[in-house]
């Protein structure tokens, strides 16, 4: 959620913000509008309240004068006739008040954040910057096959049974695969813990309204999400495990000592991907199901643009140990996630599409969900808490790391050489074979 200072002393800077966001220009005339009612009713209601206390103040003694003056006692009840029809003012502008603040409330949390100062403004990935590339293209000697002709093929991807079960836009992983799958999940958890400094964390991967509500995919996202429950009790499957790394400390005071708090989990994530029909409908690229490895920070406020860029460096060498070429690129306004402040996104090249793809997006939501979800912190024993600053990160997305790794080192006989990374989690495992010092998925 926005800082109030927006709908007060510095709308135009949130107005601008917005419209650089591609917030429709007609809600941000609505948000103006919300925003001049809802002061004018406070004010309005402030001043017959002053108002009404002063007359008080002004009875009890006309009262206390009424035992011997008469015409005291007739201005007292007059003054009270009076302060009736004031008491029932306030009553009528306090529930118009109250129905202005609940909506603007909802308009409220639907708001995205404003962008850093440093994003480039931009309505699409058109004016994204790319910032560094890292690696070399590989120079294929035969026509590359994409990674659901070579998982297929070897047996360890099936996607038609998986319609049969769930529908489209799941897979079945067999044997090598789904042992592929894991090595990369166990490789990116031990990087981050042993290497980077992260605590695992297993998170739960069923949440509750105020949960989503507080990283920002409640309200405005609702209709992405896959809902359950049981009776009256009301759950969400979590798109990603940032949604409860970052609630764990919601509505607490933290201890400046204990930041920056750096966690880490593997989880399976689920999304509808409302919108997205007839995109990437081939293969692992966008699923209801996958695999993730995600990375939180909580930090101190003044540190969080350092942590931004630490974490980005600890996406990238995932990328790098596994020697998948990659470049990394600042999102612009219009291309931004709703709660993020700024984007990087890490690219990796995916043969079989000639193309880069996103695999992990790493950004800092400044105080904008910390507001939402009541996290502080304390710089002094008896000081003031203040809003942390939130961050997130795909530390990777596993599955598009398992196509990653299956097109940029498949072989002419489709087999798959394996980053020497892995070696130690595939080695001797059904469907891998050791040439030599190189170990292959055959």
Known sequence: MLDPKYFQDEFPELEKALLNRQFDSQAVARIVEMSKRRRELIRKSEGLKAERNKASQAIAQLKAKAKTDPVAA???????????????????????????????????????????????????????????????IPKLTFDPKDHVALGEARGILDFERAGKISG??????????????????????????????????????????????????????????????????????????????????????????????????????????????????????????????????????????????????????????????????????????????????????????????????CSNCEDFQARRAGIRYRSEAQGKPRLAHTLNGSGLAVGRTFVAVLENFQQADGSVEMPKVLHRYLDGAPGFERRGERLFLV
């Open 74 to 136: 007739q201005a007292a009840d007059q003054r009270v006739l009076e302060m009736r029809a004031v008491g029932d003012q306030i009553k009528a502008i306090d529930d118009e008040l109250k129905a202005v603040e609940t909506s603007f409330e909802d308009v409220a949390l639907r708001l995205p954040n404003v962008p850093h100062s440093s994003v480039a403004v931009g309505g699409d990935a058109s004016a994204n910057q790319e910032v560094r590339r890292w690696g070399e």
């Open 168 to 361: 489209a836009r799941f897979v079945v992983y067999f044997g090598a695969g789904a042992r592929l799958e894991r090595a990369l999940i166990q490789f990116m958890l031990d990087l981050h813990t042993q290497t980077h400094g992260y605590c695992e964390v297993i998170p739960p991967f069923l949440v509750n309204r105020a949960t989503m509500t507080g990283t920002g995919q409640l309200p405005k996202f609702e209709e992405d999400l896959f809902k359950t429950g049981v009776a009256d009790r009301e759950l969400f499957l979590i798109p990603t495990s940032e949604v409860p790394l970052t609630n764990i400390y919601r509505d607490e005071i933290l201890e400046i000592a204990k930041l920056p708090l750096k966690m880490t989990a593997y989880s399976p994530c689920f999304r509808s991907e409302a919108g997205s029909y007839g995109k990437d409908t081939r293969g692992l690229i966008r699923q209801h199901q996958f695999q993730k490895v995600e990375l939180v920070k909580i930090v101190e406020a003044e540190k969080s643009y350092d942590e931004l860029e630490s974490m980005v460096r600890d996406a990238e060498k995932v990328l790098q140990l596994l020697g998948l070429p990659h470049r990394t690129v600042a999102l612009c306004t219009g291309d931004m996630g709703f709660s993020a402040a700024k984007t990087y996104d890490i690219e990796v090249w995916l043969p079989g599409q000639a193309a880069y793809r996103e695999i992990s997006s």
